[in-house]
C-alpha cells in the first residue's frame, strides 16, 4: 500500500511537471509570474453609457449574438436524489428539461442544494466546467453523455486540475452556503451546447433557422439557461432573489444573464476576463484576438473583426456592467491572474459606476484593487494567487451577498 502510495505521489508529480512546462511558453503563463497593479491604472477613452437598449444591441451586434429566449420548454422530471448529503436538514433534487428555440431541441438537467426547512431561500444559480454528477457528488444525479472532462476527484488529471484551480474550482462550499441561508442551483452547460470549436456551429445551426450577422454565440446561448431558470422560479414563486455566480467564462455567462433578465438580483463573476468584465481595450490579459483563435465558438463572428483594431469597437464591458444596474455586482479577481485582467475589470467598474449612482447607489467606491468593501453595489474582491476559487473567495462572496440580502 505504502509503495502503490509513493508511486502515485511520483507520477502525480511527473503529470503536474508535464503540465506546467507545456504551458511556460505561452502568454497565459508568462503572465502568471505577474502581478496586477493594486493601484488603478489611467482609464481609457472609452465610448460613454447609452440607454440600455442601445447597450445591449450593441454588445449583441458586436460580441456576442443575440441572446435567444428559450422556448419549447418541457420540464421533463422533477425528482428528490438524497437528504443530509451535505449537512443535516439538506435536500438534493434534479430537474430534467427539455427545450430549444423553435427548432432542434435539447436535454439539460438542474440539481438543487437546499436546506428542507427553507426551499424559498435566495438561489444561487450556477454554471460549471464539471458534469453535475461532478458538482453535487451524489448518488443518482445524472451523468451528461458525451466525452467530457472528469472532474470527480478519482484519478491524476483530475487531482492535478483540483490542485491548480483551487479547493472549490469543482464543489462549491455547500455547508457554508447553507448555513449562510442560501440555496444552490447548478447547470453543466456543455451538457446543452458542447463547449468545442469543432462541435458547437453545427448544432447552434440546427438550433435557429439562419445564420444571421448576429447569430449566438455559445456564451450567450448558455446564458439563456439561467434566464429561463431565473425567470421560471421568481414566477413560480419558489424564492425570492436569485443570484447568479459563475467563474472565468462562466463569469461572464453569470454576467449576460443578468443583463437580459431583471429576474436576477445579484451577480457574483468571478475572474471573468475577456469577454466578460474585462476592457477589451486594456492592453494587459487575453486579447480579442487570442480569444477568438481558442474560442471562437463562444462570441458571434462579427467579434473578430476587432481583433486587430479593438479601438473602432462600438462598445466595451463597461456596458455589460452598467446593464445590471442598480443590482449588486461583485467582481472576483486573484493578482497574479493578469490572464483575466484583473485592472480592465476595475476600470471597467469605474467606467460604469455611474449607472449605480444615478439609480442612487453607491457605484464604485474603492479607489484600490485590494480595497474589498461588500457593501457597495459595485464591489472588487483581490486576492493573492491565480485563476481559480480557493479557500478564501466563498467567505468573501457570501460576505458580500449577506451584505445585501441580509
Known amino acids: 500500500m505504502l509503495r502503490f502510495l509513493k508511486l502515485k505521489r511520483f507520477w502525480f508529480g511527473i503529470a503536474a511537471l508535464v503540465l506546467v512546462g507545456s504551458l511556460v511558453s505561452c502568454k497565459g503563463a508568462r503572465l502568471m509570474m505577474q502581478q496586477a497593479p493594486l493601484k488603478a491604472p489611467p482609464l481609457h477613452d472609452l465610448p460613454s453609457l447609452k440607454s440600455n437598449s442601445e447597450m445591449m444591441n450593441g454588445l449583441e451586434e458586436h460580441i ?26 439538506d435536500i438534493i433534487t434534479e430537474w430534467a428539461v427539455e427545450a430549444g428555440y423553435g427548432r432542434a431541441t435539447s436535454v439539460f438537467h438542474i440539481v438543487f442544494v437546499r436546506r428542507a426547512e427553507d426551499l424559498k431561500a435566495s438561489v444561487i444559480l450556477t ?26 476527484g ?17 464543489v462549491p462550499p455547500y455547508q457554508m452556503i447553507l448555513d449562510n441561508g442560501y440555496s444552490v442551483a447548478v447547470i453543466f452547460p456543455p ?21 444571421p450577422k448576429a447569430t449566438p454565440g455559445t456564451l450567450s446561448v448558455w446564458a439563456s439557461l439561467t434566464v429561463w431558470l431565473a425567470d421560471t422560479l421568481k414566477t413560480g414563486g419558489e424564492t425570492d432573489s436569485v443570484i447568479t455566480y459563475g467563474h ?14 431583471a429576474s436576477i438580483d445579484a451577480v457574483i463573476a468571478h475572474q471573468s476576463g475577456t469577454g466578460g468584465a474585462s476592457l477589451l481595450r486594456d492592453e494587459k490579459g487575453e486579447s480579442i484576438a487570442e480569444i477568438m483563435e481558442s474560442y471562437p465558438h463562444w462570441f458571434t463572428s ?24 442598480p443590482r449588486p455586482v461583485l467582481l472576483g479577481n486573484a493578482r497574479r491572474d493578469v490572464w483575466s485582467d484583473p ?13 449605480w449612482i444615478e439609480g442612487d447607489g453607491t457605484g464604485l467606491t474603492a479607489t484600490r484593487l485590494n480595497d474589498f468593501r461588500p457593501n457597495d453595489d459595485l464591489s472588487f474582491w483581490m486576492r493573492p494567487g491565480t485563476h481559480g476559487v480557493v479557500e478564501e473567495d466563498w467567505p468573501a462572496f457570501l460576505e458580500f451577498l449577506d451584505a445585501h440580502f441580509k
Do not use: W
Open 64 to 89: 456576442y449574438g443575440k441572446i435567444p429566449e428559450l422556448t419549447d420548454v418541457r420540464i421533463l422530471s422533477k425528482k428528490e436524489i438524497a437528504r443530509n448529503a451535505f449537512t443535516p436538514g
Open 127 to 152: 454554471q460549471n466546467f464539471c458534469p453535475n454528477s461532478d458538482v453535487v457528488p451524489v448518488k443518482d444525479v445524472t451523468d451528461p453523455e458525451g466525452d467530457f472532462f472528469e472532474c470527480s
Open 154 to 170: 478519482e484519478g491524476i488529471l483530475s487531482s492535478i486540475f483540483t490542485y491548480f484551480f483551487g479547493r472549490y474550482i469543482t
Open 191 to 211: 451538457e446543452f451546447v458542447p463547449d468545442s470549436a469543432s462541435q458547437a456551429p453545427a448544432i447552434l445551426k440546427q438550433m435557429f433557422s439562419d445564420t
Open 248 to 261: 472565468s467564462r462562466y463569469g461572464k455567462t453569470a454576467l449576460i444573464s443578468a443583463a437580459a433578465t
Open 302 to 325: 462579427t467579434f473578430v473583426e476587432y481583433a486587430e483594431n479593438k479601438d473602432a469597437l462600438p462598445v466595451d464591458a463597461h456596458y455589460l456592467l452598467a446593464l445590471i444596474a
Open 343 to 355: 485592472s480592465g475589470a476595475f476600470n471597467a467598474a469605474r467606467a460604469a459606476s455611474s449607472a
